[in-house]
């Protein structure tokens, strides 16, 4: 949906360097999500947001972190990039738990 | 930890064959969704199920949701090359959505 954004579409990066990926959304939601996406193996929960200052981890949360810079805007970070962390991320976001999930475009992430 | 399981992995199919997925949960879900990804797209929301035993239908599509809604059902019926794509369901628990690992759908004219 062009109501949730994400940017860089596509990155190549090394391995250990820092990169952030961004998600914003015009839909008003309090509840937003990244998710990565490896053939095979369907879509895993990074970390989620609630509100602003509200933000979990999801199964997968070792090597990343977020930032919910305001209610519109959710940041993910890795920190020192490795090879395996080379996927196919996601934003997602929801008006309540349980609701519809809204998708960005996705972030291809290649870590050499 | 919660798991939800789907098969199968792959299915090829005839244009105007039946398709079915199957998903599956470790423990009972709150409600289940399910999600159509196209080839380099993201995905794109179908349907949601809440109740015991529910059915719904979208026109050559119909889910169902198992009395103990711990698992459900995807089948499309006389297929199309438009339904070529990924399917997940995603099942919500515990505030958090559990998405199986996807059918991926390929229909030969």
């Known amino acids: 949906d062009a109501d949730v954004t994400q940017t860089p579409r596509n990155r190549i990066t090394k391995t250990g360097k820092r990169i952030m990926l961004e998600c914003s959304q015009t839909k008003g939601h309090d509840r937003m999500y990244w998710y990565r996406q490896d053939p095979g193996l369907g879509l895993r929960l990074i970390y989620y947001?609630?509100?602003?200052?509200?933000?979990n981890k999801g199964e997968i949360s070792d090597g990343y972190s977020v930032s919910r810079q305001a209610q519109a805007k959710f940041s993910l970070s890795l920190e020192s990039a490795i090879p395996n962390q080379t996927a196919l991320y996601f934003c997602?976001?929801?008006?309540?738990?349980?609701?519809?999930?809204?998708f960005g475009p996705g972030t291809r992430l290649t870590v050499l | 930890g919660q798991q939800v399981m789907q098969i199968p992995q792959y299915q090829h199919v005839q244009e105007g064959e039946d398709f079915t997925t199957y998903c599956n949960s470790s423990t009972t879900l709150s409600n289940i969704q399910w999600y159509k990804q196209r080839p380099g797209g993201h995905p794109v929301f179908l349907i949601q199920?809440?109740?015991?035993?529910e059915v719904k239908k979208q026109k050559r599509l119909t889910f169902q949701f198992g009395e103990a809604k711990k698992n459900s059902s995807l089948h499309i019926t006389a297929t199309q090359t438009t339904d070529v794509g990924t399917y997940f369901c995603a099942g919500y628990n515990f505030n958090k959505f559990y998405f199986g690992s996807g059918t991926k759908l390929n229909v030969k004219p």
């Open positions: 997602a976001t929801s008006q309540m738990g349980g609701d519809t999930q809204y």
């Open positions: 947001s609630f509100d602003v200052k509200d933000i």
């Open positions: 199920l809440v109740k015991s035993g």
